[in-house]
């Protein structure tokens, strides 16, 4: 039984693999056909698309009374973490010789609309509950409007490179699928670990299923440095996808009635913390817009406290 489950994640991992890049591969075309930016492709596309695993665990976990509080806002928890921290950390670390170049303007805008919603996601349940979900939504309409209008000018302009659109389409649909599929079996294996060893709940969605949805964004962070060199795509991504993050607990809480549920204060303030060092680091006077390599450090060390306060 154990080698069938392991025999398991290895089609699941692959399947992650060959999906992400599909998906990388597709929305690369795409910006190069309508002269899209790098950071828009990655906010709307790849982060959507990476954004599908957390949806259906979300829905899934709503229709489980006795854990559904728990494995919603804990899912949505330890996937942010696990975005902002181990991801962006782990990336500036492997590109620490390259430097990680970034357009500036774009993320100075763009972080103080994810800090003020992961501050109203951290507040949840001290102010009242509907309020905090109209506010998250309102966050949300607004990042994405924003970063479409600020692109607004280009969309439309065609590159004249023979680049199928028709074929870009199918790589990120195909691969949305795949992602969507292999993610649902990664969570799978990861219930049944737990289900051997009987952890906590807690633990359950702000580790195994957090890790689990997040791993899309894992691998197409690592694609997107190593393969395309477009630094653009892990932030958008990464950005895009806290913010799809909180609109689907948003609307998932407001149609179950979600109840507010059992955390730990300081594993809900580790979030916010590595979210306000990042906004401080963003807008530091940075040379030749660089994001500092060394960040890294400490985010992954905010993640490895994560971890081990959980």
Avoid: W
């Avoid at 596309?45 to 599908?52: D, E, N, P, Q």
């Avoid at 702000?206 to 393969?227: D, H, Q």
């Amino acid at each position: 039984m154990n080698y069938f489950i392991i025999l398991e994640f290895l089609f699941a991992a692959v399947g992650l693999y060959i999906g992400s890049l599909l998906l990388i591969s597709g929305a690369v075309k795409i910006s190069k056909k309508f002269n899209l930016s790098d950071f828009l492709i990655g906010t709307t596309v790849i982060a959507i698309a990476t954004s599908l695993p957390e949806l259906l665990i979300l829905i899934n976990s709503a229709n489980v009374p006795e854990h559904s509080n728990n494995f919603i806002y804990g899912t949505i928890l330890g996937s942010n973490v696990a975005n902002t921290c181990l991801i962006l950390g782990g990336t500036l670390l492997i590109t620490f010789k390259s430097r990680f170049k970034f357009e500036v303007k774009k993320i100075k805008q763009n972080y103080i609309i994810i800090f003020l919603a992961t501050l109203l996601f951290c507040m949840y349940g001290i102010i009242n509950t509907k309020i905090i979900l109209f506010f998250l939504i309102l966050a949300t309409a607004f990042f994405y409007f924003k970063n479409y209008s600020d692109n607004s000018n280009n969309v439309g302009d065609f590159n004249k490179s023979e680049i199928s659109i028709s074929r870009a389409v199918l790589y990120i649909i195909f691969g949305s699928l795949t992602i969507y599929g292999s993610s649902n079996a990664l969570v799978s294996i990861a219930v049944k670990f737990i289900d051997i060893f009987g952890i906590d709940n807690t633990l359950v969605s702000s580790l195994f299923m957090a890790l689990s949805t997040s791993s899309p964004e894992i691998i197409t962070s690592l694609i997107s440095v190593y393969k395309y060199q477009k630094n653009d795509f892990v932030l958008g991504n990464i950005f895009g996808s806290n913010i799809a993050n909180f609109l689907i607990f948003s609307i998932i809480s407001i149609l179950y009635g979600i109840s507010f549920p059992i955390f730990s204060n300081f594993t809900i303030l580790l979030l916010l913390l590595a979210e306000f060092m990042m906004l401080l680091i963003v807008f530091l006077p940075t040379r030749k817009n660089i994001l500092p390599n060394y960040c890294g450090i400490f985010l992954v060390f905010i993640y490895i406290i994560f971890v081990v306060k959980l």
